[in-house]
């Protein structure tokens, strides 16, 4: 059974830093595009951050670019979001998502088979 679990989140201050990971089971995804999405009550949910499978080629949202990092170790077939000078916007659940495997194309946080998710981790962000 495939399983990608989140961990990280907490509650921190403006301009603290807090680094998420999503520790991916039952499947080996050295071969697929890896993503990081937020969603707030009342807010379609955003792609925050994906990585193709060799790591070397990423996407930011505008919203996150020059705080947020986002890496991958494929030997441990965990994906990392390092979050850098947080604001209260940046308040959400994060998920992480994951293709089940690579066919090449674009890895967007619109690819449509990022259909492996995560549960989620609560990240806020005070001022």
């Known amino acids: 059974q495939v399983q990608l679990v989140e961990s990280g989140g907490g509650s921190v201050q403006a301009g603290g830093s807090l680094r998420l990971s999503c520790a991916a089971s039952g499947y080996t995804c050295s071969r697929c595009c890896m993503g990081w999405f937020r969603q707030t009550p009342g807010k379609e949910r955003e792609g925050v951050a994906t990585?193709?499978?060799?790591?070397?080629?990423?996407y930011y949202a505008d919203s996150v670019k020059g705080r947020f990092t986002i890496s991958r170790d494929n030997a441990k077939n965990t994906l990392y979001l390092q979050m850098n000078s947080l604001k209260p916007e940046d308040t959400a659940v994060y998920y992480c998502?994951?293709?089940?495997?690579?066919?090449?194309?674009?890895?967007?946080?619109?690819?449509?088979?990022?259909?492996?998710w995560g549960q989620g981790t609560q990240v806020t962000v005070s001022s």
């Open positions: 990585i193709y499978p060799g790591g070397g080629i990423t």
């Open positions: 998502a994951a293709t089940p495997r690579w066919y090449g194309g674009s890895c967007s946080p619109s690819r449509a088979d990022l259909t492996y």
